[in-house]
């Protein structure tokens, strides 16, 4: 008889695939289910509630396993932890949980971090962590050009062509444009996101910040529908699945 864990997860996209396991190189996936065979024996599938692209970084993915060895929390927990070492993932919280529960199906939703960097000076600390900016943005041109996205609408224009949702229409519950001395974080949240959703909204925003479009872009790129009508795709390694709610 199995028992089935919610696993909470930090992680460094930079060395991965993404979560998904995939043939061209190591996932987050691979590796958790590795630590999980080497502790308890078993080959599994672990289901996360995202599936965060190459160069993503995670502060609290939410994963969900079942396992028939009978162990505490805490000892999987430090178990996992000890498996996965040297690779940059960490199991911070475990738990169980009914069987009814599914990290994905049962989120509610998806809270995620755009880091931007805005200097000239080369990151010393931050690199492969953040998007570098060199030029100056406006912060507050930016939180007010994102405004309209908020709410029920066709995304199309910030969805990736090989995007596999059935439809482009989210409902974006809130995005923050907020600037932290030479930081600034952009922080969204909504049930559920297209692919590269995120990246692409950020990649838009840009110019707008750079003063290269006016605050009005994004709701005219919204109401266009289309991917050619908004900015470049902005960098993986700026974007962090903050947290998952359930």
Known sequence: MTRRFRLTLEYDGGP????????????????????????CGER????????????????????????????EPFRIKEALNYHLKPRPIAVIE?????????AR???????????????????????GRAWQVGRP???EAMHEAALPLVGHHDFSSFRAAECQAKSPVKTLTDIRVSRYG???????????????????????????????????????????????KAGATAP??????DKVVY
């Open 137 to 139: 943005l406006d912060a």
């Open 16 to 39: 991965f695939v993404g979560w998904q396991r995939q043939d061209n190189g190591l996932s987050v996936q691979q590796c958790l289910e590795e630590a999980v065979e080497k502790f």
């Open 236 to 241: 993986a390694c700026g974007l962090y699945l």
């Open 182 to 228: 030479e930081e600034i974080e952009i922080a969204l949240r909504a049930p559920s996101f297209l692919h590269h959703q995120v990246r692409n909204i950020v990649g838009t925003l840009a110019p707008v910040g750079e003063g290269k479009k006016p605050v009005t872009w994004l709701a005219t790129v919204l109401r266009a529908a289309d991917r050619r």
């Open 44 to 71: 599994l599938v672990a289901y996360a509630a995202g599936r965060t692209d190459s160069g993503v970084h995670a502060l609290g993915q939410v994963v969900h396993i079942d396992i028939a060895r009978d162990a």
């Open 94 to 102: 475990a738990e169980p949980v009914d069987d009814s529960f599914h």
């Open 105 to 127: 199906f049962s989120a509610v939703e998806r809270r995620y971090r755009y880091r931007i960097v805005n200097r000239r000076a080369p990151l010393a600390l931050d690199a």
